[in-house]
T-cell receptor
Framework: GQNIDQPTEMTATEGAIVQINCTYQ??????LFWYQQHAGEAPTFLSY????GLEEKGRFSSFLSRSKGYSYLLLKELQMKDSASYLC??????????FGTGTRLTVIP | DAGVIQSPRHEVTEMGQEVTLRCKPI?????LFWYRQTMMRGLELLIY????????DSGMPEDRFSAKMPNASFSTLKIQPSEPRDSAVYFC????????????FGEGSWLTVV
């Protein structure tokens, strides 16, 4: 079976750093994705981790610990445009993405 | 490059009517996915195709839902008859396939059944 837990909502201040956590239970783990979804829009790809450790991409970084079933997305130098939902998803098999319900991040001035 | 194209973007229909949602995947992508998104349940995979063949339809809620992919550039998701609880955003997505390959989403079809 598949299960993903992430906080429902978070609030952070412009310019700050925020960490969004994700814990998962899955069979046949083949990697973990983070997607960003602005209200009324489609999810867009942010990051993919298949090995343990930190992947950095500009202001965004993603971390994975397979033994702990844990990942986080780190957003630095927050901007107002970062207000969105952040979806954690596990890859089961080669192509089947299972999504969590997402974390709605609000960035305040 | 054109992304995943869905139509209609918005549809309001009466309970009992047939609804057909359409999708054109990104050219060259071998995998096509239909997802449904609601506030309560988030993004749920309904069905996916590989090279036009349905691989996993275990997420299709019930017999009222059906999906087809007659060729590599077109897929439909049909709900007949529709019910108010089917109100959701339906996303089509495609992927070139292979582990770790990104899934690209269309803009979604916003369905309201009254």
């Amino acid at each position: 079976g598949q299960n993903i837990d992430q906080p429902t909502e978070m609030t952070a201040t412009e310019g700050a750093i925020v960490q969004i956590n994700c814990t998962y239970q899955t069979s046949g783990f083949n990697g973990l994705f983070w997607y960003q979804q602005h209200a009324g829009e489609a999810p867009t790809f942010l990051s993919y981790n298949v090995l343990d450790g930190l992947e950095e991409k500009g202001r965004f970084s993603s971390f994975l610990s397979r033994s702990k079933g844990y990942s986080y997305l780190l957003l630095k130098e927050l901007q107002m445009k970062d207000s969105a939902s952040y979806l954690c998803a596990t890859l089961a098999g080669a192509n089947n993405l299972f999504f969590g319900t997402g974390t709605r991040l609000t960035v305040i001035p | 490059d054109a992304g995943v194209i869905q139509s209609p973007r918005h549809e309001v229909t009466e309970m009992g009517q047939e609804v057909t949602l359409r999708c054109k995947p990104i050219s060259g992508h071998d995998y096509l996915f239909w997802y449904r998104q609601t506030m309560m349940r988030g993004l749920e995979l309904l069905i996916y195709f590989n090279n036009n063949v349905p691989i996993d339809d275990s997420g299709m809620p019930e017999d009222r839902f059906s999906a087809k992919m007659p060729n590599a550039s077109f897929s439909t998701l049909k709900i007949q008859p529709s019910e108010p609880r089917d109100s959701a955003v339906y996303f089509c997505a495609s992927s070139p396939g292979g582990s770790g390959n990104t899934i690209y989403f269309g803009e979604g079809s916003w369905l309201t059944v009254v």
